[in-house]
Structures are given as structure tokens and as C-alpha cells.
């Protein structure tokens, strides 16, 4: 990992589509970072957001509660989105500034559609190291043809829906092909020589255990993104000259609030419910939902 | 007109290839009044800035715009700018209305949506939006009950589509394709107007020529002729017209070959591989010298059941596969990549 990284200033974007983990992904991180008992190897010395709105999140994790839904801006416009914690390592010789430009991911489902970038995300862009991307473990990412299906629909078909006339919806498009876009546009920004740092987080891990179909386990977050995201997986892996990657599995949580709460609601400690994998860490599985941001911007190594 | 030459030389656009505001010439074709184009933002004067801003948010876009993104089928001009930078195939397709073009381009994108494909990972494509609009209605949650593929509109200018894939390891160069999406129907003017389409559609710069007859035409006693003369007769009308040539690489694709397997009258599906094979011949006898290669395949780009075929051996013939590689000049050759100019280009070349 080159010092560029490790710079006194440093910038890292969180991304992702709505209902990908980025709430509970950051409110899980708040709470280590501010905890004495977590020892944490980097501390808060600055937020700059809504705090009132991080706080009523972080009471609701602690109690194992489910997080409300971060809505829209169109929806609750009083509510500021974006967050930027500003950190400071425990040697105090690097402080780092972590910014969610839209916790409810309604920004970039806008760049998708709308195929525009306001000034203010595109300086963040310019000025970030690196990125951390988030995707749902529980959501479908590969379309499905209706070729799939014809054999199941066939003398079911009613006339009408096929008449009407073609309007493209780019909601529709899947997530991974979604998040390419907003990685390849990223990178076009990114013009310096050095491979930037992406870190891919898979949230609510704790159900990918649920997903194995026909016999298939799905053990690593590598092999979730090779066989759930291959879209993705391919892009990551083709362009290993311009960014380096890793993939997290990570639980936030710790477990399903319907089935395991009461178990979950034991820890003494919050912080050793969450669970982090990753098979690229010297630790695969761990508490230490630090890893992926040490991670991207090379503190430690 | 002073005052109109000022406006227009005055005039932006949000297109930063457009030099209308040095040459005074639109790059969407638009002629004066220019505000018939959807870039035209007109900045002569402060009152023309609120315009410029209205006319921006009009479109539903931030007024602090920072950067449109790519996605959608570029232009000549920037697909010139990927044939410049990188190892590039390109790709022209033909074939009469409704014979499977786009479907074709559409599902080689979709097989990358499943895994590697052929060998071959996916790397990027600065029209991912383009191929979203072309694949929407094959997938399942277009809530539609047969597959289908919008038509190619009928554009000023031409687009291309962009996919760039490379095989594994780090030093494998990866290789663009850039498909020309035209419009069917401007392929059934170019039987008439040869000369003044290849103005326009770069044919002597593509690495493939692509042309599809429609299986399930040729299995249509009558319609099976015109398919196969129509064919034929553009053909012949280009290589006459010394817009292909020796240079060019030819694939005769027999599409939606699926609806022939799958024709459950066994007399007609025996007919329809006969005819198959007199089309072949004649192809062969009519034009087998005429060309660097002349190659033929049957395709499925979406069955109506199963996966499709035959688009894999394809995707690894295209790529692997260039007339460039094979042509003997008594100098290097440089390849054009003014896709504009091509014509010209060729057209030297041929003087020597």
C-alpha cells in the first residue's frame, strides 16, 4: 500500500443503492468508534450531519431494534443526508474523513437515471482515495429472462400487456449492473496512476446462509459476488490494473431481530455482535467492523 | 444573418464534442433556428445565462450540473476516441427489419449479466444504459409474456454500442467491440443508395460485416426468396460498388435458427435446411472471392426456449479474428480511425 493513502487528509465515499445496509453499516461503526471498550484503532473527532438522527439510529441498534428505513429526501426533506465523520488514527498522525454523500441511496439511483453528476458529488469524487460499495445480500442482482419462465407462463399470457407501447424505466435495471456504472464513472475520475482501493460490502450477511440453491453453498463473500453478482465480480476482477478490491460479508446485526433478538440483546458488549468475514484478512471472521475503512485507506499496513 | 451568425457563434452546447460555438456547425445536424436541439444553450448575452440555467433545469437536471455520464450509444466522434485508444473491433451488422440485429447485440451484452462468456470477462462499456434500453423487455420484470427487443430508431447520426472484454490474468489486453446499431429500415435504402449510405456507415473500417437472413423467413415458402435475394442483391450492390471488399471480413448469419430446430412439420423443417444449403452456395459461388472471408453460421440470440447458441463461437471469431491481420501492404499500414474519413482513406489506398 502506497503513503497516498496514509496522507494527513484523507477522503473515503460510502455507496450504494437504497436498502443496502448503509445506515446500519455506519451507525454499527459510529457506536466502535465512539466505545472505549471497543479499543478502536480510530477515533471520532468530528461529525458533521444530522446528529439527532444518528443518535435516535444508534439507541435503536443498541436495543436490537429494527432501524427505520431511511427515507427519501422527496419524502422527509428535513432530515440532512449526508454524513462526514472525521476520524483521527490512534497515533493522531492521520485524520480521514469518511463521508455518506445519501444515506437513503436515492442519490445514485438519480445518477443512474438521470445520467448526471451535481459539482459538489463530482469534487467528493475527485478528492476521495477510495470507495466503499454496498450491496444487500438478500436482494436478486442477475436479471432473469422471461425465456426462464416461458415454459411456466405459456397459455397463461393475457393480450393486452404486450401491446403497450415501450417506455424504458431504468429503476428496472439490475443492482449489479447499477453498480458497475457507478464504479466505472468513479474511475473515470480517479486519473491519478495508482490502483484505487474498493471495498465491497455484502450487508446482512447472517442470511446468506439462507441462499444456497440446489446444493450450492455460498461460504465467502467472493464466492457470493462470483456466483450472485457476476456482473460485478467481472468488472472487479478485469480491472485489477486501475482498482484493487476486497470483499466483506458483513452482519451489522449480528443475526435475524425477529428470530435471534433475544439472543443478540445478551452481548454485554453491542460491538461483539457484529460479525465481519473476509477471507483476504489476516483474521477471516472478526467483530471489527473497522476492517474494510482500515482496509481502503491503508492504515496499518 | 450577421446577427444570426453572432447568436450562433455565441451559442454553448452541453455536448462537449459539439463545435458549434467555433464553426458554427451543430453535431446532432441541427440548422439554424438551433433550438430545435436539445443541447443548444445559447450565452451571447446574462439574460441568455437565466436561459441556459432554465433550459438545463427544464430538462430535470441540478443547476449546479458537474458531469453528464456516459450510457447511452455514442457517436462517431467518440467512437473514434475508443478506436484510437484501445485494441478495437468493429462491427457492422445488417439484415432487413425485425431479422434479429439488435437482439443479436442485446443478449451477447445479456450472457455477461450471467458469468464469463466464452472465455471472456467483462471489463466496461460506456453504453450501459444503451444496452439496459435493449435488453429491458426480454426480463421478467418488464411484467410482458414474450420476449421482445425495442426497434433501432431512425437517427440523424450514427451510434455505436460499446462492450470491452478481456480474458483473465493482468496481461491479457482486453479488446473493444463497437457494434454500429442501425436502424432496419436504412438498410433497405441502402440496396438504392449504396454510395451515399457508405458515406455514413463506416463499411470499409469494419473488422466484421455482419449479415443475418431470418430463419423464420427462410422456412416461409413465401417469403424464403425475397429474404435470400434481398440479401444477395445488397451484397453485390456494396462489393460492386467497391464498398466492401478484400478487406472485409463476411459472416452470413442464419438467425433465429431456433424456430427451424424447433418446426415440428419435419417435411418443411427438412425443405428450409435445403434451402439453407442453396443459400450457402450461391453466397459461396457469387461472392467467395470477393471478400477476405466469407463465413457462415446459424444463430439463436434468444430462443424461445433454452439458452441461445452459436453466439459464443462468434463472440470468440470476432474478437480473434481482424482482416488487418492479414492484409500485405508494401508499407505499414495505418488503420483508420477517423470513422468520417474512412471513405477517403480507402479510397487512397486503392490508388496505389
Redesign the interface.
Known sequence: MTKSNQKSSSRLLMIGLPETGKSTFFVALWHVLNSIAANATLKITRIEGDTGYVQGLHDMWQACEPLARTLPLSQEPSITREIILHLETADGKSQISIVFPDLSGELYEQ?WS??????????LVKDSCGLLVFLMANQQH??????????L?AG???ET??EEP?E???T???S??KL??FL??HLE?WTDEHPKRVAVVISAWDKVSTLGQHGTEISTPDAYICRLA??LH??L?????RLIHRVYGISAQGGDLKIDRDRLQKHSQPEKRIRVICSQETQSESHDITLPVRWVLGIGE | MTTENNRILSANCEQPSCNISRDGKCIENHETPLVNCPFYLQVSSPSSQVEANTHQAGR???L?????????PVHGIDAEAILKKSLTRLIVIAGSPESGKTTLVASLY?Q?????FATY?????QT??GF??R??????????????T?RTKLEDTLRYLHLE??K?G?NNT?TSLLFADINGERFEALQRYANEAAKVIPFRRADHFVLLLDSEKLLDLNRRHQEKSKAIMLLRRLNEANILGKENYVHILFSKWDTVQSETDKIRQEECREYKKVVQREFQQGFADRFGRLEFAEIAA?????RPFGLDTLLTYWVQNTPYQERQWHTPIKRPTDLKDCWQFFASEDMK
Open positions: 445518477h438521470s445520467r448526471n453528476w451535481q459539482m459538489s458529488y463530482l469534487n442477475i436479471p432473469i429472462p422471461i425465456t426462464d419462465i416461458a415454459s407462463i397463461t399470457e393475457e400487456t404486450d415501450f424504458f424505466d431504468p428496472l435495471s439490475p449489479q449492473v458497475v456504472d466505472q464513472c475520475e457476476p456482473f467481472q468488472f476482477c478485469a480491472n485489477c490494473d | 430535470g437536471l441540478p449546479d450540473s458537474g458531469r453528464d455520464l456516459k450510457g447511452e445479456e455477461f449479466q450471467q458469468g464469463e470477462m467483462f471489463r466496461s462499456s450501459l444504459v439496459e434500453r435488453c429491458q423487455l426480454s426480463r421478467i420484470n418488464s411484467e410482458r409474456t414474450y420476449p421482445d425495442p472484454i478481456c483473465q493482468i482486453p434468444r430462443p424461445n426456449q433454452g
